[in-house]
């Protein structure tokens, strides 16, 4: 696939500009089909038309020492940061744009003011916040800001980007010193909103902190686009530059802290006991607890008010993050991908221990291995899973949800969505953090990939696990919205009405469909590698992802990638109709048995019946004479010279030709209609009559010469008593009812009344778990 002409602008179409760029618009044909040609970026030197980065390919570079303070009694955060920021690039820079995510939390940063809100019966703190809007001391306040030689530099904030205005054009190959004293009020997660700050806990007035998107960071400026300075909405996540990082975290003294990285100073911070126990977690089997339940519960009552500073140094990573609590029993296990040994672990407060401590460690090793083997191996030496009532990733470090009930009991649906959230943030680590696409651009290059892969995790963990997306037929409720709620994967993420659907499911289920429908596992999974392994810690953009996996397989794609990524059509094929053929023996004593049948049946109809019935005298009853040899000779008799006519013709055949009349196949005819306008491959299930079945695929390029309705005649060995259409359902058809012949009846239920649901992350309202202690 060679895709040549415009950038990126044809990226970000919504479905009514899609129309406009039919190739044949009115055929039924040549639309589908076609190359992609002006919709993707024209290949140069930074990018190939292979999907490869270029032998010119380039990307900045910020490396960072940071040096942080947390007031747990003034719920502040104070830091002083030295960026050095390297100009890989061709082209002068005459200013640095800045993110400053905290900004989002401010009364007047855009989101609150565009964000929609309703009224309904009831509404939790969080809804009327929002809707109050009322002012707060939130946000970033930038102390200081200077050159390396101390020399004030002029800046101008516009919401949560930061233009720094430079004193000199920043040439091509220079690097840039800048430092940046800065504070913020944490806000409270729980109430405010968004990916990091504090959850307090009354009853044991204690605080966990999650500081996430907390410094100022560098903003990405990349080939296709120059810097990427799109606000932060808050769905939208972020693209940041590589670098290496030196992090220094002061914070109360009994507090435990994990983040990005490896902590360089173990043996200052760890009490002798913890520090004993981590050297054993380096060649432990089973998850050891550094610092365990008793002692938390032990520190919980008491609030230091002396200080320890954690240094963590983290290699080549584009974010960092950290936890700091009290309240946090932390455990390790060593585990290994290619013979390299990545620490696994685990932080969690006592209303997750029962959970965490069984499962969360070991499912972060689980998901190393399992997205190891299908990207590329896991190169960190650390992977962290928080538990935090959240859903959010970093690098080495991510935030999930799973708690139990007081006690101990949890609900089936919480322990499965607290694996399936570990494996999904653990597995952030890949993409987008290691493959580091543009999430404020295309959410579905980081959610929808990791999603997929989440998909093979869950189930390499459990082959009876229930995944809620990646299931081809799990996507149907979407796709048959209506098309004013849906918009293409290809959409920006602020635009997106359903975002759960669009940018984490559609895309995982596509690509599922591409692995085990489409291209098959093996041409799939080398194509998915190589991308991984062509992208890794570099920035790719969502034509690098489609030339790639068809440059690797040597399988078209184009009409894949606009009917999925590109378009808001379901598929729905429909199973017309089914007609029967027989070669005709030529035998006179078989063909005309069936010649009788077929003259009756053509002559048999009601209103003949009913004059014989009502008496009527016929002409040809009432007069003889207007009989004649026609009115009594047995029409379907068979001559006697027929035995010796079959012959004759027999042995006119070729052998080729006797070889097929031989073979005594059964021909059916079958009539499909793409109704929902996506075309997908045609998978049938046969069941003959004596009870066995059979599967025929046959690829989607059938559609290529008629898009709208398509016929093709298979020929079988044994006679058929029925064909079903997509029989595992693996292609997203939303309607299942046209898919069998002869059509079946598909029954539905429903309940009386509808569940509740309980709030993520909480296991409430009983569980089988407590009924059975009561048994």
Known sequence: MKKYLLFLTALLIGSGAYAQLLTNPGSNHGNKFEQLGTILSTPNSYRTASGAPGSAYWQQRADYVINAELDEKKLLLTGSETITYSNNSPDPLSYLWVQLDENQHKATSDNMLTE?????????????????????????????????????????????????????????????????????????????????????????????????????RMAVYSDFQGWQNKQFEGRGEFALAFGNYKVNMTVPADHVVGGTGECQNYSQVLSAVSMKRWNEAQSAKTPIEIVNLAEVKNAMGKHSTAKKTWTYVAENVRDFAWVSSRRIVWDALATYVDGKKIMAMSYYGPEAYPLYNKYSTKVVAHTLKVYSKHTIAYPYPVAISVEASNGME?????????????????????????????????????????????????????????????????????????????????????????????????TNSEQIVNFGPNAYAKPATALNILRETV????????????????????????????????????????????????????????????????????????????????????????????????????????????????????????????????????????????????????????????????????????????????????????????????????????????????????????????????????????????QQTPPRGASAGGNPMQQSRKN
């Open 394 to 490: 970093y690098p080495m470090i991510c935030f999930n949800y799973g708690r139990a009930e007081k006690d101990g009991t949890y609900t089936e649906a919480i322990k499965l969505g607290m694996i399936g959230v570990i494996i999904h943030e653990v597995g952030h680590n890949f993409f987008p953090m290691i493959v580091n696409s543009d999430e404020r651009q295309w959410t579905w290059m980081d959610e929808g990939l990791n999603t997929f892969c989440q998909f093979l995790a869950e189930q390499e963990w459990d082959n009876n696990y229930p995944s809620g997306r990646g299931p081809a037929h799990k996507i149907v409720d979407y796709m048959k919205m209506p098309k004013d709620q849906l918009e293409p994967i290809m």
């Open 116 to 216: 929609t809100s309703k009224m309904t019966d009831k509404m939790t703190s969080k809804a009327l916040s929002g809707i109050l809007n009322a002012e707060n001391d939130l946000g970033v306040k930038i102390v200081k800001l200077t050159d390396d030689a101390g020399k004030s530099i002029p800046y101008v904030i516009n919401n949560t980007m930061m233009r720094i205005d430079l004193p000199t054009v920043l040439r091509p190959g220079q690097k840039y010193v800048l430092k940046i004293s800065w504070n913020y009020k944490i806000s409270d997660r729980t109430t405010v909103g968004g990916r990091g700050g504090y959850e307090y806990f009354a009853e044991d007035d204690n605080y966990l902190f999650t500081m996430t998107q907390w410094f100022p």
């Open 519 to 754: 291209m098959g596992r093996e041409l799939f999974d080398y194509s998915f590698k190589e991308y991984a392994k062509r992208w890794a810690f570099k920035h790719p953009t969502p034509a690098d992802f489609f030339r790639t996996m068809e440059d690797a397989s040597a399988v078209d794609l184009d009409w894949f990638w606009r009917g999925w990524f590109f378009g808001t059509d379901p598929v729905d094929i429909s199973l017309d109709s089914v007609k029967s053929y027989r070669m005709n023996s030529m035998k006179a004593a078989t063909e005309n048995v069936n010649k009788k049948a077929t003259y009756e049946r053509d002559n048999k109809y009601i209103g003949k019946e009913r004059n014989r019935a009502s008496g009527i005298k016929f002409a040809v009853e009432q007069d003889t004479s207007l009989l004649d040899f026609y009115n009594k000779f047995e029409r379907f008799e068979v001559a006697k010279t027929a035995d010796q006519e079959f012959q004759t013709y027999y042995n006119g055949l070729s052998d080729a030709e006797k070889k097929l009349y031989e073979s005594k196949k059964n021909f059916y005819e079958l009539s499909f209609s793409n109704l929902g306008g996506l075309v997908m491959p045609l998978i049938l299930e046969w069941t003959y009559t004596d009870g066995t079945k059979e599967i025929d695929r046959v690829p989607a390029y059938i559609w290529r010469k008629n898009e709208n309705r398509v016929t093709k005649v298979f020929a079988k060995d044994k006679q058929v008593a029925s064909v079903q259409l997509d029989p595992y359902r693996e292609t997203a058809d939303i309607d299942e009812n046209n898919n069998a012949w002869p059509r079946k009846l598909s029954p539905s239920r429903f309940d009386l009344f509808k």
